[in-house]
């Protein structure tokens, strides 16, 4: 069982930025970030390779960029232009494949986005 430990999050006003990060406890192929709201399913926001390739939601295509540093097993989410639309909670994933369902999943951080 992967261990992932997120940072950031916060409240911020519509058109500022954040970034969340996520730290493993190993070595895996692909991490990413989901996101949730009461009443809805859980999300994919964007996800990543160990060697790069990505997937983003068409919702944050051009906001939100997604990158890892694979020496520490850690990945960023750099959230631009946000909207109140945003606003959520943000769970770090961890799996096998980019387009599976992850197999571990972090505690969430809440971003919240004022207008």
């Known amino acids: 069982q992967v261990q992932l430990v997120e940072s950031g999050g916060g409240l911020v006003q519509a058109g500022g930025s954040l970034r969340l990060s996520c730290a493993a406890s190993?070595?895996?192929?692909?991490m990413g970030w989901y996101r949730q709201v009461p009443g809805k399913q859980r999300e994919l926001v964007a996800a990543?390779?160990?060697?790069?390739?990505?997937n983003y939601a068409g919702s944050v295509k051009g906001r939100f960029t997604i990158s890892r540093d694979n020496a520490k097993n850690t990945v960023f989410l750099q959230m631009n232009s946000l909207k109140p639309e945003d606003t959520a909670v943000y769970y770090c994933s961890a799996g096998l494949t980019l387009y599976g369902l992850p197999t571990s999943w972090g505690q969430g951080t809440q971003v919240t986005v004022s207008s």
């Open positions: 190993i070595s895996i192929n692909t």
């Open positions: 990543i390779t160990s060697g790069r390739t990505t």
